[in-house]
Antibody
Framework: EVQLLESGGGLVQPGGSLRLSCAVSGLTFSTYAMGWVRQAPGKGLEWVSGISGSGDNTYYADSVKGRFTISRDNFKNTLYLQMNSLRAEDTAIYYC??????????????WGQGTMVTVSS | DIQMTQSPSTLSASVGDRVTITCRASQSISSWLAWYQQKPGKAPKLLIYKTSSLESGVPSRFSGGGSGTEFTLIINSLQPDDFATYYCQQYSSYSFTFGPGTKVDIK
């Protein structure tokens, strides 16, 4: 069974940093593109960032470009999101999600349970 | 970036109804569209990918169609478990934008 387990969320002050992790099990991690999607309280889904299976290609929403960095460790089967210069509007549940196939662009078929990030003083 | 819109934003329906949700893209995305269902406090669940392909395990009462810039999600014979919020998402090009969602509630 494929499982995605996020961690690293919490309360952080504006301007602070946080690193999210997503531990993946049950598949050959390096063959799948992965992504992060967030959901602010009471709001819709917002795609945040994506990364190819090899990690060579990364993509960001304009709202986080230059502040967030996505990466992966294919030996540890773990996806990361380094978040810097955090703002109140970054407050959200952050989900990691797996691409459905090995293609670089595909729908997300498996999602983690989410980790809450709260940016507040 | 490609912008996605959905209509209606809220839909009131009864068990057994046929429900149609529309999703529009600001430019052509070919067939690179997915539909997700989300219930309160839960992660989204993939229902349909590539416009009309049903994800494994998803009931056949769900179907999708369209191409280019206009797409539909149809739920035939709405069941109690289907009351939820539905999102479309384009994955034609990064960013993989989502629509704002359609909440299906009980009439």
């Amino acid at each position: 069974e494929v499982q995605l387990l996020e961690s690293g969320g919490g309360l952080v002050q504006p301007g602070g940093s946080l690193r999210l992790s997503c531990a993946v099990s049950g598949l050959t991690f390096s063959t799948y593109a992965m992504g992060w999607v967030r959901q602010a309280p009471g709001k819709g889904l917002e795609w945040v960032s994506g990364i190819s299976g090899s990690g060579d290609n990364t993509y960001y929403a304009d709202s986080v470009k230059g502040r967030f960095t996505i990466s992966r460790d294919n030996f540890k089967n773990t996806l990361y999101l380094q978040m810097n210069s955090l703002r109140a509007e970054d407050t959200a549940i952050y989900y990691c999600a797996k691409g459905r196939r090995t293609a670089p662009r595909d729908a997300f078929d498996i999602w983690g349970q989410g980790t809450m990030v709260t940016v507040s003083s | 970036d490609i912008q996605m819109t959905q209509s209606p934003s809220t839909l009131s329906a009864s068990v057994g109804d046929r429900v149609t949700i529309t999703c529009r893209a600001s430019q052509s995305i070919s067939s690179w569209l997915a539909w997700y269902q989300q219930k309160p406090g839960k992660a989204p669940k993939l229902l349909i990918y590539k416009t009309s392909s049903l994800e494994s395990g998803v009931p056949s009462r769900f179907s999708g169609g369209g191409s280019g810039t206009e797409f539909t999600l149809i739920i035939n014979s709405l069941q109690p478990d289907d009351f939820a919020t539905y999102y479309c998402q384009q994955y034609s090009s990064y960013s993989f934008t989502f629509g704002p969602g359609t909440k299906v509630d009980i009439k």
